[in-house]
């Protein structure tokens, strides 16, 4: 059993930048830890990912360049830094863990574990 706390969101102003952790606990061994929003009345959709090595990250394209992705394997803590933060920012950010190593995991069903989010919201 793997389980996952996140923290670090808020109200923040449009332009501005907040980091969200994502403690993990559990057999958290090898597995990759994505990312994950979902907007009011909107599909949960995919932020970023990291392997456990950190070799491989994704970001979804409206992100890159401003989302960046880390991880502290002896702290089990993965890192989502937010900047240029825009309205469309604005949603519940939760952390994912697929339970073992694996490339590619950008879709919810590649992840097993899953934390119960933490607000972000942008304002214009």
């Known amino acids: 059993q793997v389980q996952l706390v996140e923290s670090g969101g808020g109200l923040v102003q449009a332009g501005g930048s907040l980091k969200l952790s994502c403690a993990a606990s559990?057999?958290?061994?090898?597995?990759?830890i994505g990312w994950f929003r979902q907007a009011p009345g909107k599909e949960r959709e995919f932020v970023g990912a990291?392997?456990?090595?950190?070799?491989?990250?994704s970001f979804r394209d409206s992100v890159k360049g401003r989302f960046t992705i880390s991880r502290d394997n002896a702290k089990d803590t993965v890192y989502l830094q937010l900047n240029s933060l825009k309205s469309e920012d604005t949603a519940v950010y939760y952390c994912?863990?697929?339970?073992?190593?694996?490339?590619?995991?950008?879709?919810?069903?590649?992840?097993?574990?899953w934390g119960q989010g933490t607000q972000v919201t942008v304002s214009a």
């Open positions: 559990g057999r958290t061994f090898r597995s990759t």
């Open positions: 990291i392997s456990w090595s950190g070799d491989w990250t």
């Open positions: 994912a863990a697929t339970g073992d190593y694996r490339l590619g995991a950008t879709r919810p069903e590649h992840y097993v574990y």
